[in-house]
């Protein structure tokens, strides 16, 4: 998963905000700002669930 993914992943995922994410990213060492991840977030979302609705159903797990 690229940094990118993973940004907007954790903005969707747990519904943080872009301040959120920012901090989240530099507590790992990635320096990004917060309109940063706004803009990837509004030019890559659509194309990362586009993949993900193309990908094979997970089968659930039985114990």
């Known amino acids: 998963m690229t ?11 747990f519904a943080l905000s872009y301040r959120d994410v ?6 790992r060492g990635i320096q990004v700002s917060h309109e ?5 977030n509004m030019k890559f979302a659509s194309l990362f669930a586009e ?3 193309h990908r094979e159903p997970r089968l659930p797990v039985v114990s």
């Open 3 to 13: 940094m990118i993914q993973h940004a907007v992943w954790l903005y969707h995922r």
């Open 36 to 40: 940063t991840l706004r803009e990837w």
């Open 22 to 27: 920012q901090e989240l990213l530099h507590q």
């Open 51 to 53: 993949d993900l609705r």
